[in-house]
């Protein structure tokens, strides 16, 4: 998985670049989205590299109900 901030605004940007951070699953600047690793999210990350940071995740937080089984 990949964590995906936004640190740059698309404002002023191509109509591409704002519909790719929005693909990503951003909206405001610092917001934060985990996807998983594949070549297409990888092209997509490519394409507005110098909008966004990226870290490698090793797996999705899982939330919900705690596992009580005692």
Not at 24 to 43: C, T
Not at 58 to 68: L, M, T
């Amino acid at each position: 998985m990949l964590k995906v901030t936004l640190k740059r605004s698309a404002v002023g940007y191509s109509v591409n670049h704002k519909r790719t951070v929005e693909a990503l699953g951003l909206g405001k600047l610092n917001s934060s989205n985990m996807v998983p690793d594949n070549l297409a999210i990888r092209g997509m990350i490519h394409k507005v590299a110098f909008l966004v940071v990226v870290e490698e995740v090793a797996e999705k937080p899982k939330r919900g109900k705690k596992d009580v089984s005692a």
